[in-house]
């Protein structure tokens, strides 16, 4: 069995002991791995069957005019949002799941100046004019990977940069050079996060303040989704943020997951 590989059998560790000797020891984590299968199955599964009688509640709420009943309007604009934010979790759980069982992405260009501008316009009308949103882009190179995972994960980071940034606050995207290859980033101005909480921040569902990612519509999975998405394009994920002083989230790739842009 190779060590750290997540179909290991065996989990090997090498601890000092002593001045000059180390201490091997392997542990059979094959029953954590079946339960951990199990957990993935478990989660995927009711995803799933979850999907289609939301889909039913939610279009049966579509159809419903407010105008027929206009004392019952707000209960319905709350039913409207409530069934939305379900379909939202269950859609994120599920591309979780699947993230989580995906060995590799498929070796596709990612053409970088299109998905900025993408993902620049979906800032704008999220922020809805709250905020100063710019992109700086000063890298012409494109992404080797999935589009369909690395347009949801550079979206995540700019969706909670608005989420998380009172109106009036600046965001700032950037896709420029570095020394091991080229960053991703979102700077905002907003809340921050502190020394604490960072840690465990790609964690499934955890949240520094529930009642405020609640508030802001988010489903607790987004960081997760975006770890995932970068392992599998060998790409790393760098948090620098301080309470009060705004975040910036960066992601790293390495030269292997780069191209240069296609003459036009
Ligand atoms: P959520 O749906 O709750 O936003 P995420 O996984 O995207 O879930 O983020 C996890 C938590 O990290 C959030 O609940 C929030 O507390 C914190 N967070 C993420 N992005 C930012 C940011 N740009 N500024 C401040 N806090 C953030």
Redesign the pocket.
């Known amino acids: 069995a190779a060590p750290g590989h997540a179909d290991s059998l065996l989990s090997i560790d090498l601890l000092p002991f002593g001045e000059r000797q180390q201490l091997l020891l392997a542990r059979d984590v094959s029953h954590i791995n079946r339960l951990e299968q199990i957990r993935r199955d478990f989660v995927a599964n009711v995803s799933h069957e979850l999907r289609t009688p939301l889909t039913v509640i939610h279009g049966y709420l579509e159809l419903l005019d407010p105008d027929d009943v206009p004392e019952l309007a707000p209960v319905l604009a709350e039913m409207r949002a409530q069934s939305r934010r379900m379909g939202q979790i269950v859609e994120d759980l599920l591309t979780l799941s699947r993230l989580e069982t995906q060995q590799d992405v498929t070796d596709e260009r990612v053409p970088m100046a299109a998905l900025l501008a993408i993902v620049h316009k979906e800032a704008l009308a999220l922020s809805q004019g709250r905020h100063r949103i710019t992109l700086e882009s000063t890298a012409a190179l494109d992404l080797l990977g999935s589009p369909r995972d690395l347009h949801s994960a550079l979206s995540?980071?700019v969706s909670?940069?608005v989420?998380?940034?009172p109106a009036g606050g600046s965001i700032t995207i950037r896709w420029q050079r570095t020394p091991e290859g080229a960053a991703y980033s979102?700077s905002?101005t907003?809340?921050?996060?502190s020394a604490t909480?960072l840690a465990r921040?790609?964690e499934r569902f955890?949240?520094?303040?529930?009642s405020?990612?609640r508030e802001?519509g988010?489903?607790?999975?987004?960081?997760?989704i975006?770890k995932h998405v970068l392992n599998l394009h060998q790409a790393r994920l760098q948090i620098d943020?301080a309470p009060g002083a705004?975040?910036t989230?960066s992601c790293h790739f390495g030269h292997a997951r780069l191209l240069p842009p296609e003459p036009a």
């Open positions: 995540n980071l909670n940069a989420r998380y940034t979102v905002d907003g809340f921050g996060i909480h921040l790609t955890y949240r520094v303040s529930s405020r990612s802001t988010g489903t607790g999975l987004g960081l997760s975006v943020s705004g975040s989230f």
